[in-house]
């Protein structure tokens, strides 16, 4: 059975409900589309910048990028903040199992365009940072032309200037994009301050993610109880699923937040290719941590609270079904060595606490590591590591292994045993890409 390692070159875009992705658009929508679709329609900009805040903060809309931050206290945040303010629209989408940023940005672009001049409007910003990796020439394309027609349509926009970065983990980190929009490496910054505080040419500066400023110009037109008639009220509306892995139906789907994680694997994934069984799967992407099959037979949901009792978080809603066949511990070992290789390897903590933990990772799937490194690891992983970096990488790598230690415990304990578990190691976790997709749907 094979299972591909980058479905994300040939991702379906669909969903249960379509309010972001919709069902007819399957190319780039122009302004002209997207217009007669309602986009920039007067309802939505009747607001004052206050009133739009207010009304994100009504909606109750939370940050779709990693943290699920309310995005109206980000608002009221930087509005009250001296000016001038800049807007940086993340749309690096560095989650390797992420495909949702891209496939928004390649068919809705003038959609995250207006949610931009929106949270401009808002906060009073006098520029907008567009940020991507230099290798998504097909989003950065989709862009250029989008901009060019708001442009040749007059549309009023503060300075619009895109901002690429090479590819990397950590380069999608808030304080890495503003570093970089300030020419200097893709790299986080220390915090404070925040780039709310201090950003792009030193000015405090909104950054948000692709997903989450699709969201804004249909807040602002249909009111904030638009965004909660679905979805779980700890986040309203709806989440742009990356599902891949071991399912039939690998592709990015929209559904409403909260929805069961069997559901997702069953019904939008179609099952487990060859009928086989979840071993264990990625939740929020890489950092957000590794869930059991008893989190999917238990009711587990994708939503914050829910995943939070697992042990996990709902991240960028990047999904990643390992089936039973293959070794899981292989896929959790890879995955430290991943975290390791990010490094900024600017924090000593973060450089030698990802090595380390991946080092006694490689161990456990040999079948070779001591008692004494697994209890350091334990320690590492659960107590000292956490909080310990400058951006959240680390947290991301202590993560990944507390979760793994608890998810694969009987594989670890058989590979202690038996020097393995005889499953093929073969690794289906996508590796960095970030570059382009070949949206085929
Ligand atoms: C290592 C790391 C990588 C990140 N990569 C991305 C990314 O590629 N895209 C993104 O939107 N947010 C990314 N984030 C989260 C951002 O720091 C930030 O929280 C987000 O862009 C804010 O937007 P939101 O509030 O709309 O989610 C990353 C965070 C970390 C710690």
């Known amino acids: 059975m094979a299972i591909e390692r980058h479905p994300a070159a040939r991702v379906e875009a669909t969903g249960e409900l379509h309010r972001l992705l919709m069902p007819g658009v399957t190319r780039r929508e122009s302004l002209l589309e997207y217009r007669g679709r309602g986009g920039y329609a007067p309802e939505g900009w009747a607001w004052s910048p206050e009133e739009l805040r207010d009304r994100i903060a009504a909606s109750g809309l939370r940050g779709r990028g990693g943290a699920a931050f309310p995005t109206g206290r980000k608002w009221h945040g930087v509005a009250a903040r001296p000016g001038p303010r800049v807007v940086l629209v993340n749309a690096a989408e560095s989650e390797p199992a992420s495909a949702k940023d891209r496939i928004l940005l390649l068919r809705r672009p003038h959609l995250v365009l207006e949610g931009a001049l929106l949270a401009a409007r808002a906060i009073d910003a006098r520029e907008i940072v567009l940020y991507l990796h230099a290798n998504a020439t097909a989003v950065r394309d989709s862009l250029d032309l989008a901009l060019r027609e ?18 990397g983990y950590v380069a999608g980190e808030a304080s890495a994009a503003v570093r970089r929009a300030n020419g200097g490496p893709a790299k986080p910054t220390s915090k404070p301050p925040r780039p709310s505080e201090r950003g792009v040419g030193k ?27 679905v979805g779980a009220p700890s986040l309203p509306g709806t989440l742009l699923v990356t599902l891949s892995g071991a399912v039939n139906r690998p592709g990015v789907y929209e559904v409403p937040s909260g929805m069961p994680l069997q559901r997702i694997v069953d019904d939008l994934g179609g099952g487990v290719v060859g009928g086989a069984s979840v071993q264990a799967m990625l939740v929020g992407g890489y950092f957000a941590g590794w869930l059991g099959p008893e989190a999917l037979a238990q009711g587990a949901r994708l939503e ?6 697992w042990g996990v978080s709902l991240g960028a809603a990047a999904i990643v079904v390992v089936p039973d066949w293959i070794c899981g511990l292989a896929q959790a070992a890879w995955l430290m060595r991943f975290f390791a290789d990010e490094s900024a390897q600017q924090c000593g903590t973060c450089l030698s606490g990802t090595r380390a933990m991946a080092a006694v990772f ?30 959240g990488h680390l947290d991301g790598a202590a993560t990944a292994a507390r979760t793994a230690l608890q998810v694969f415990a009987d594989e670890i304990s058989q590979h202690a045993r038996a020097g393995g578990c005889g499953r093929p190691e073969t690794v289906i976790l996508p590796g960095f890409d970030g570059g382009d997709l070949d949206v085929t749907a």
């Open 150 to 167: 708001l442009r040749a349509a007059r549309t009023p926009a503060p300075r619009l200037r895109i901002v690429t970065a090479p590819p």
């Open 203 to 229: 000015r405090p500066t909104l950054v948000q993610n692709v997903e989450t400023l699709a969201n804004v110009p249909l807040i602002a037109r249909h009111g904030p109880e638009w965004l909660r008639e």
């Open 304 to 309: 914050p609270e829910s995943l939070r009792a």
């Open 362 to 391: 490689a161990k456990l799937l040999r079948g070779t590591a001591s008692p004494a490194a697994c209890d350091r690891l334990h320690l590492w992983a659960e107590r000292m590591l956490p909080g310990r970096g400058a951006c």
